[in-house]
């Protein structure tokens, strides 16, 4: 069983909105910080967005501040990410990664586990 599973992609016109969620199934998810990288193809993944394991620190990618929102439940074991004013250059995979030492990074190295990812399409 995968530990974070991704949902919510799909096919969006620019401009449109996306939701996606990531369902984490370790015990310990509210004290990790949990975060959402991106692949577009013959890219190399990138920072999107991160939240604290208390929600209190949130940090996004410039490419989308104002533009998306990333929220958790912790009595879900959920972390979703609201995608708003979707361009086409927001077209990837979008992965949900989870960080045991609760940093608020971007740096995907840091990051100790890894959904399958979940596509996204911005069509112009």
């Known amino acids: 069983q995968a530990l974070l599973a991704e949902s919510g992609g799909g096919l969006v016109q620019a401009g449109g909105s996306l939701r996606l969620s990531c369902l984490a199934s370790f015990r310990t998810f509210s004290t990790h910080t949990m975060g959402w990288f991106r692949q577009a193809p013959g890219k190399e993944r990138e920072f999107v967005a991160a939240?604290?394991?208390?929600?209190?620190?949130?940090r996004y990618a410039d490419s989308v501040k104002g533009r998306f929102l990333i929220a958790r439940d912790n009595a879900k074991n959920t972390v979703a990410l609201q995608m708003n004013s979707l361009k086409p250059e927001d077209t990837a995979v979008y992965y949900c990664a989870a960080e045991r030492l609760n940093r608020v990074a971007p740096n995907s190295s840091w990051y100790d586990y890894w959904g399958q990812g979940t596509q996204v399409t911005v069509s112009s």
């Open positions: 939240i604290s394991s208390s929600g209190e620190s949130i």
